[in-house]
C-alpha cells in the first residue's frame, strides 16, 4: 500500500492550498481516509476524514469551515481543500486510511493502518 501526498507549501496568512493524497495497492473505495498533521514538538492530531462513499465527512473544530476534505473514488484520490490559512495551520500533514469507520474512533490515529510521508503546510504571518 503506498498513500503519495502532495500540494504542500509555504503560503501567508489567509492563503489557500489544496493537498492531495494519490493510493495505490488497495481497494481505494472501501476504505475511510483522513488527515491528520503535526507540528514540532507537538503530538499528531486530526484534521479530517471522509468514509468510504464520501458521504459523510469529520472535521477537528479548529479547521471547521475553513477546511474541506473530499474523494475521488475513481482517482484514488482523498484531497483536503484548505482556505483562511493561520499561522497555527503550520505542520506536516499526513494522508491515512482505515478500514473500519467506526465513529468513536474516526479521530484516531491509531486506528489507522497505512499512512502516507507527509507533506509540510507552513503558513506565514
Do not use: H
Request: proline letters at 2%; charged letters at 15%; glycine letters at 10%.
Amino acid at each position: 500500500v503506498q498513500l503519495q501526498a502532495s500540494g504542500g507549501g509555504l503560503v501567508q496568512a489567509g492563503a489557500s492550498l489544496r493537498l492531495a493524497c494519490a493510493a495505490s495497492g488497495l481497494t481505494f473505495s472501501t476504505y475511510t481516509m483522513g488527515w491528520f498533521r503535526q507540528a514540532p514538538g507537538q503530538e499528531r492530531e486530526f484534521v479530517a476524514a471522509v468514509r468510504w462513499s464520501g458521504g459523510s465527512t469529520y472535521y477537528a473544530d479548529s479547521v471547521k469551515g475553513r477546511f474541506t476534505i473530499s474523494r475521488d473514488n475513481v482517482k484514488n484520490t482523498v484531497y483536503l481543500q484548505m482556505n483562511s490559512l493561520k499561522p497555527e495551520d503550520t505542520a506536516v500533514y499526513y494522508c491515512a486510511a482505515r478500514t473500519s469507520a467506526v465513529l468513536s474512533t474516526i479521530r484516531s490515529a491509531a486506528w489507522y493502518a497505512y499512512w502516507g510521508q507527509g507533506t509540510q503546510v507552513t503558513v506565514s504571518s
